[in-house]
């Protein structure tokens, strides 16, 4: 009988390859995109299991051309920085693959010529187990936003777990067709949770982001936010170096509204004046639950955006109200480069729109580096096209500009300016000691001193 059941449990032993469990784990959240930039994006995932192998899988297809690998753990966060604006991805943890999906960079609006943003906060649902949240949610993802900003409050308690799964369980279509930048809210309770499943710029409680003409500014009422506070020196160092036609600003507790919450005008006395000194645009801020326009304020439009799903406040008149509603909601950015114009919506979760308005910026140059491309170089010759720059000995860098009014074009090899050409065709010629990889960059000036820039990576040998 004994040797019967070793006989058996050697059998069954051998069903199973050394080191593998009789049960696979799973991709329990994600993947999903995070901190997206012009030439580069993070990857987000979770694994039910810790996984020694990680990786994303990347190309221009489906063929998947390129992999970076990643660290182990059940959490996962790799940044990939492909040649091309958009292309398909699929994660990969110890042999547990993801279906397919796609990303943008944001340097893929300059080919579209626009690009699309939603705003909204307070999803919080536990009131009604998140039905409303979810409408707004899907509501969203139908509009194929290319990034989305929360404004805080997604969770009724950031100490949760559970909540937090409940989040990411109706959100996650939408996180993976778009990428989604957080504001931190009062019922985030600034946990740890919210740190691993957003992976944002700085230091996360506060940061700034640049997509298209937009430079978007995310700040927190909850970290210290006086004149002396790193925030605050953050904040005026971050304005007063901002070059884009646009300046967008975002946190979560309103300095100006009306009804419910009182606004804070304890912040407001702080921060106005910068928001003044530097021209930003608008101002979107959640907690208070409905939606809410000021007219323009010293130049700045104030945007009240919290109908994402928690119960509904009712909004008052005041003397710097333009328009109000007591609903779920979600504003929208349509921003056109072309016009260098932004349509503001404001809609029902069924996509009619019951707010508009319009803000007009400055249109800016724009400019490309045409020289080298994606191709093998040698001794300033192109030999034949590689998925990315290769360079041995000198090259010629040229940069194009794709719109009327550039003055003057700056030349940097990772960030040292190099060289300043104020005559077409924009060129310089790098004949300089160089190995291993470094990044090149152009910046385009016009006659108001307004700049646009594009940058690559390339590998370089030249002795």
Known sequence: MFKEFALMALILLASFPLGISPSQGEIVFGPYTQNVTNSSITIVWETDFIASNNSVEYGESE?????????????????????FSKGHYRVNSDGVKSKDFEFELASSCYDK???????????????????????????VNREKPDIVIHGGDMVGDGT??????????????????????????????NDSRY????????????????????HFIVLNDYEPWGYDSAQYKWLENDLSSATSPFKIVC???PIYCSGGHSPRIDIRTVWEPLFKKYGVNLVFQSHNHYYQRTDPIYGVTYVVTGGGGAPLYTPEDAWFVNSSMKAFHYCILNVSLSTMEMKCYAKYTNGTPFDEFSVSGTKTPSIKITNPENALYIF??????LSSPFIIGKIEVEALPSSSGIKSVEFYIDSELKFNDSEPPYQWLWNEHAIGSHKIMVKGYDSKDSISSDEINVVIFNL
């Open 63 to 83: 063929s998947y051309d390129f992999v970076q690998y990643g660290g182990s753990g059940y959490h996962h966060e790799i940044v990939i920085s492909p040649t």
């Open 113 to 139: 010529g626009y690009f699309k943003v939603v705003m909204f906060g307070d999803s919080r649902g536990t009131w009604d187990n998140w039905a409303h949240a979810k409408e707004v949610a899907d509501a």
């Open 160 to 189: 949760s777990p559970d909540q937090w799964n409940e989040w990411l369980s109706f959100m996650m279509p939408l996180m993976q067709n778009s990428t989604l930048f957080a504001v931190l809210g009062n019922h985030e309770r």
């Open 195 to 214: 740190y691993e499943i957003f992976s944002l710029p700085n230091n996360e409680m506060w940061y700034s982001f640049d997509y298209g003409p937009c």
């Open 251 to 253: 946190f979560h507790e």
């Open 380 to 385: 300033n010759r192109k030999i034949m096209p």
